[in-house]
């Protein structure tokens, strides 16, 4: 059964079909809707309205086969730790959790949604189990719900994207490396620890690509669509433009960097188990000439750019069309962890 991955960014909705087959996992179909200028934030039965249709009418441009969808939730309405438990079995602890989960969620009980699983132990503590719990806020889950719903969509799953990044560029159990992604959107990035095969730390910071636009834009003096331009072409190439662009963006992404340095910082000193070799960045703006070596030469792991197509195989319907795809494919990373979510 195929199924969609539906990630709604602030910039774009973003979606990919996937389909088992063989053991393989096949891309059937993709689709970006570029700048939906829509607020997914309103409680307004209008603007609901209109955001539903705006997903209806870009699921049936793309033309998906299967209305089964998973949708991606957004950082600010979940809250994900990872717990440490006596051992005991499934029933005991989900009893268990209920009352242990209050002390780490800041809303109460009743307005969550809690969902938890088993991580691998540590090797400090083998006594103890590492649990990850992830509480999601009712509210948005069932207006989610609403909103696929009235779009003529069949809502299979909801899952925080940090948890799909987690899915598509992180670990995998086999190869505990630990690996951090680093997510620039278009409002903010987030930052995803994972290791061993989950998701183990997340933050969001406010810094994206509108910040590094609206930068360009005031200290060059552009209008917007020109400084969006600039930075898409010269982005932090210091031989492009005399340096121009380069030095005005340079202390933003230096900000970024001192994020991620400082969530390595964190993670490790309460993980002495783990250490970070890996740094993936994904999201639109990693597309940014010279971004990633940029980056490579201001931290100590290892830098990539995310390539979440590279475990897919390209269903010949569309290998006419994919040039864009795999040029922008950093894009797709959270739809494609979504997607895959279904297909477990
Ligand atoms: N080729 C490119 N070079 C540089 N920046 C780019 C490029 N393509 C897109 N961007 C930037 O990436 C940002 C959008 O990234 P993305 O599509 O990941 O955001 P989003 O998921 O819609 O937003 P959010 O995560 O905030 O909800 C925009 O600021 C855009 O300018
Ligand atoms: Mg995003």
Request: charged share 25%; hydrophobic share 45%.
């Amino acid at each position: 059964m195929p199924i969609v991955g539906l990630n709604l960014g602030k910039s774009s909705f973003r979606a990919v079909e996937l389909e088992s087959k063989k053991g393989g996992l096949v891309l059937n179909n993709f689709g970006i809707f570029e700048s939906p200028a829509l607020n997914l934030e309103s409680t307004d039965e209008h603007d609901l309205d209109k955001f539903s249709a705006a997903i209806a009418d870009f699921y049936n441009e793309v033309g998906f086969s299967t209305p089964e969808v998973v949708l991606g939730l957004d950082e600010v309405h979940v809250f994900m730790r990872i717990i440490k438990m006596p051992n005991m079995n499934d029933k005991e602890l989900a009893s268990a959790l209920k009352y242990e989960a209050e002390q780490y969620v800041p809303l109460p009980m009743d307005q969550v949604n809690l969902s938890w699983r088993r991580l691998e132990p540590d090797f400090t503590e083998k006594d103890k189990i590492n649990i990850q719990i992830v509480a999601s806020r009712k509210d948005i889950l069932e207006k989610y719900v609403t909103l696929a719903r009235r779009a003529k969509l069949v809502p299979k799953a909801i899952e925080p994207e940090t948890i799909a990044l987690g899915r598509i560029l992180g670990d995998t159990s086999g190869a505990p490396l630990g690996t951090m992604i680093l997510d620039i959107g278009f409002s903010g990035s987030l930052i995803v620890v994972s290791y061993g095969g989950a998701v183990r730390f997340t933050r969001a910071i406010p810094i994206g690509g509108d910040v590094l636009t609206r930068t360009i834009q005031q200290q060059l003096s552009l209008d917007l669509p020109q400084a969006e331009e600039y930075k898409k072409v010269y982005g932090m190439d210091p031989a492009q433009a005399d340096g121009r662009v380069y030095d005005v963006i340079k202390p933003v992404i230096d900000s970024l960097i001192l994020e991620v340095k400082r969530a390595d910082v964190f993670f490790t000193k309460h993980n002495s188990f783990a250490s970070i070799k890996r740094l993936v960045v994904t999201g639109g703006a990693a597309l940014m000439p010279n971004l990633i070596s940029y980056i490579a030469q201001n931290v100590e792991a290892e830098v990539q750019l995310a390539n979440p197509l590279s475990s897919l195989e390209i269903s010949s319907k569309i290998s006419k069309h994919t040039d864009l795809l795999f040029e922008q494919a950093p894009k797709y990373s959270a739809a494609i962890g979504l997607a895959m979510r279904g297909i477990q």
